[in-house]
């Protein structure tokens, strides 16, 4: 195995392909982790989609069925039920508990897949991380019970509210509009930042005064006591004032001794409120009962963000000193959205960062093992932390690093590793003999292709498109791409020929895994060139799966590739790469992949430390 696979605080950025359960296993030690985020898909009782809305303008949808559910009562997953349960402890004890309520269907597989997870999801956490659980209020309440039985109930922090979306029609019930995130500590010691929501602006109006300076607090609720009695200077009286006779203790607020620029730690109670009453923050007012204090309003001043974060439409200019309205961070994806990249559980950047930013520091390492389109690497990746991306399908593999490269420029790809995705032309021809859809959704990603349509006979012979523009306002311009990892012959060409000919394709491509034939050859020179500004682009090109390992590419005009949605580019360059801990041979841009077959045989087995790391 080459060195740099294990994650610990100096490692770079990776994103492996592969069962999350086995990767975590094998690739991530114990105590690595410092924020752990996961959105796990919910039972369908379906084939799981991944939907891809067009972009070159048209209506249509293409539905592409990623894999298949994994959480249906069955014979695999009654083994993996025992498994869980022989591991005795309070998992076991819970899951027994949801067997005898619940009895032995599909709810109590899709715990059964969650249970093990959780298991190794605290095993990589440090004892000062932290977990953020997404899921639907229809399993909530089951998951809850499993983080109590795996993190403690004592370790549960929040239960956060999300308003997902905007309305929900459903009749003789109310509209379901809202997510559940589950957020738990490993320990007590966990990483915390205070984040705060701005003031609403008639709050400002109605408890602040404004002033030359700005606007400044000054009413009778800004004390600088706190219920209960305490002994000791905090309970004696100050400027005639008796805390303790009224039930109370001097209690200063926080954010108003930060705004001292000396040091106050020596400093007792009292002479802190000498201090803040030489610097003029506190006023007396005889016919008062307390002194109170006196503060400017900061930008970064506010109120704590609650555990309910719900985007209010119509609510701008309501927010003091934006023009955003309330929760605007947070607010979800519509369909005009730029982020939106047509995932269908595509989560907003804006949730991430509230997670990412409570509850880490810059270089600390962020883990989603379910990351989909990789929404948490990317806000991971702006803000400056580590991450570590897990998924199980190659098509998602493929949306996280084009949606990388968007956001971050071609220079992103220095950040980051790809794990287990095939790497030589061995590892190609036997990922198609195992799965010849993974095979497709990979061929096409190494192209920046989508796939289209799955469905028998609707891709008319058509694997996947790829979008450009050559023209300025001009139309959007296609490319057609048939992927074939079996036999090939000119009349694979000559069907492709006609293809583009059909769907009025400047271009089409070939993708194989096997040597082209010079009958081939000789049928795709014979369809001419699409002409540009550029030049000349053979209209029908035939590429090996060898020739992309090395680096080859589609011959066709470099302007703008829309074959995928682009969000907005991120601001600021791309965060630095960390040092690594070990030497890493400098390779191409998809990296040494793992042994085809390592992760099977690796199933079952406990994750060891690599040598002199913990």
Same mark, same amino acid.
């Given at each position: ?7 610990n ?19 991530v ?35 592409? +069925? ?6 249906? /009562? ?10 869980v ?8 004890e ?5 067997r005898?309520?619940l009895? &032995? ?6 715990l ?10 605290k ?11 997404h899921?639907?209020? &229809?399993?909530?309440h089951y ?5 109590d039985a795996?993190?403690?109930?004592y370790?549960?922090?929040s ?8 309305a ?16 738990y500590?490993?320990?007590d010691?966990y990483? /915390?930042?205070?984040?705060k ?7 400002v ?27 000791g ?5 100050w400027?005639g004032?008796?805390? &303790? ?7 200063i607020?926080g ?7 000396e ?5 007792g109670?009292?002479? $802190?409120?000498?201090?803040?009453l ?37 609510t ?21 959205d730029q ?50 991306g ?9 949306l996280?690093?084009n ?11 220095k950040?980051?590793?790809v794990i ?7 590892d ?12 497709q959704w /990979? ?11 799955? $469905? $028998?006979?609707a891709?008319?012979?058509i694997?996947?498109?790829l979008?450009?523009h ?5 139309? &959007? ?6 992927v074939?990892?079996?036999h090939?012959?000119a009349k694979d ?8 000919e ?11 895994l096997v ?8 049928e ?12 000349k ?6 590429l090996t ?12 005009p ?6 995928? $949605? ?22 191409p ?13 690796? +199933?079952?087995? +406990? ?8």
């Amino acid at each position: 195995m080459a060195v740099g696979v294990r994650i610990n605080s100096l490692l770079m950025n990776y994103l492996y392909y592969g069962n999350n359960l086995e990767v975590l296993g094998l690739h991530v030690d114990d105590e690595s982790v410092d924020l752990v985020y996961l959105d796990p898909p919910f039972k369908s009782n379906q084939d799981y989609n991944v939907l891809f809305a067009e972009k070159d303008g048209t209506a249509a949808a293409s539905q592409i +069925k990623a894999f298949e559910d994994t959480w249906s /009562w069955n014979q695999a997953t009654a083994r993996e039920y025992e498994e869980v349960v022989e591991q005795g402890g309070k998992v076991s004890e819970v899951m027994q508990a949801f067997r005898g309520f619940l009895g &032995t269907n599909d709810m109590l597989a899709y715990l059964t897949m969650m249970a093990p997870r959780l298991v190794e999801l605290k095993r990589v956490m440090k004892a000062t991380a932290s977990i953020y659980l997404h899921c639907d209020p &229809t399993a909530s309440h089951y998951l809850k019970l499993l983080m109590d039985a795996v993190f403690e109930p004592y370790n549960f922090r929040s239960e956060i509210i999300w308003r997902r979306t905007g309305a929900h029609g459903k009749s003789q019930r109310f509209a379901p509009i809202h997510d559940t995130i589950l957020f738990y500590s490993k320990t007590d010691a966990y990483k /915390w930042t205070s984040l705060k929501k701005p003031y609403m602006r008639k709050h400002v109006e109605a408890y602040f005064v404004h002033d030359a300076l700005g606007w400044k607090t000054n009413y009778y609720g800004n004390v600088l006591t706190g219920s209960g009695r305490r002994g000791g200077e905090s309970g004696l009286p100050w400027q005639g004032f008796d805390p &303790t006779a009224k039930g109370r203790h001097w209690a200063i607020p926080g954010d108003l001794l930060e705004d001292i620029d000396e040091d106050i730690s020596e400093l007792g109670q009292h002479e $802190k409120l000498d201090l803040l009453l030489k610097l003029g923050r506190i006023k007396i007012d005889r016919t008062q009962a307390w002194p109170i204090y006196e503060k400017y309003l900061k930008p970064e001043d506010g109120q704590a963000i609650p555990d309910i974060w719900a985007f209010q439409p119509y609510t701008e200019g309501t927010v003091f000193g934006m023009d955003q309205g309330i929760d605007a961070d947070v607010r979800w994806l519509s369909p005009q959205d730029q982020e939106r990249l047509g995932y269908p559980t595509q989560k907003p950047e804006g949730l991430l960062e509230r997670i990412i930013r409570s509850s880490s520091e810059k270089g600390d390492v962020v883990l989603d093992p379910f990351c989909g389109c990789g929404t948490m690497t990317t806000v991971a990746q702006r803000l400056e932390r580590q991450w570590i991306g897990i998924d199980i399908t190659h098509l998602a593999m493929g949306l996280i690093k084009n949606r990388l490269l968007t956001r971050f420029g071609p220079d992103v790809v220095k950040t980051y590793q790809v794990i287990g995705e095939p790497a030589t032309l061995r590892d190609a021809a036997e990922l198609a003999g195992e799965d010849p859809y993974q095979f497709q959704w /990979w061929a096409l990603g190494l192209v920046g292709a989508r796939p289209t349509e799955q $469905k $028998k006979g609707a891709d008319k012979g058509i694997d996947g498109r790829l979008f450009f523009h050559d023209q300025e306002n001009g139309k &959007t311009k296609k490319i057609i791409l048939s992927v074939k990892s079996g036999h090939v012959s000119a009349k694979d060409v000559r069907d492709l020929r006609g293809v583009i000919e059909r769907e009025k394709a400047e271009i089409g491509v070939l993708l194989t895994l096997v040597e082209p034939t010079k009958p081939m050859l000789s049928e795709a020179t014979e369809a001419d060139f699409y002409k540009s500004s550029w030049g000349k682009h053979p209209r029908l090109q035939i590429l090996t799966i060898e020739e992309l390992l090395a680096g080859k590419r589609i011959d066709y005009p470099p302007t703008v590739n829309v074959t995928f $949605k682009k969000a907005q580019r991120a601001l600021g360059p791309v965060a630095e790469q960390l040092p690594l801990t070990a030497s890493v041979d400098e390779g191409p841009t998809i990296p040494a992949a793992l042994p085809a077959k390592e992760a099977k045989r690796a +199933k079952g087995k +406990k994750a060891k430390p690599a040598k002199g790391k913990k």
